[in-house]
């Protein structure tokens, strides 16, 4: 038997002058980017990776 256990995962996203973070629980991975404007983007464009 196979017992399949779901469990939630949530993000946090929190937006300021200088830095983008992202929190991803419950792996426990943190990521921040700076905002500064590299490779000609703009704001409101969609970065690519």
């Known amino acids: 038997m196979v017992t399949i ?3 939630a995962q949530w993000v946090g996203i929190d937006v300021s002058q200088a830095w ?4 991803l ?6 990521l ?6 590299r490779m000609g983007r703009t704001p409101g464009s ?3 990776p």
């Open 5 to 7: 256990v779901r469990e």
């Open 20 to 23: 983008l973070d992202v929190a």
């Open 25 to 30: 629980r419950p792996a426990g991975t943190d």
């Open 32 to 37: 921040r980017v700076s905002n500064q404007h």
């Open 46 to 48: 969609t970065a690519t």
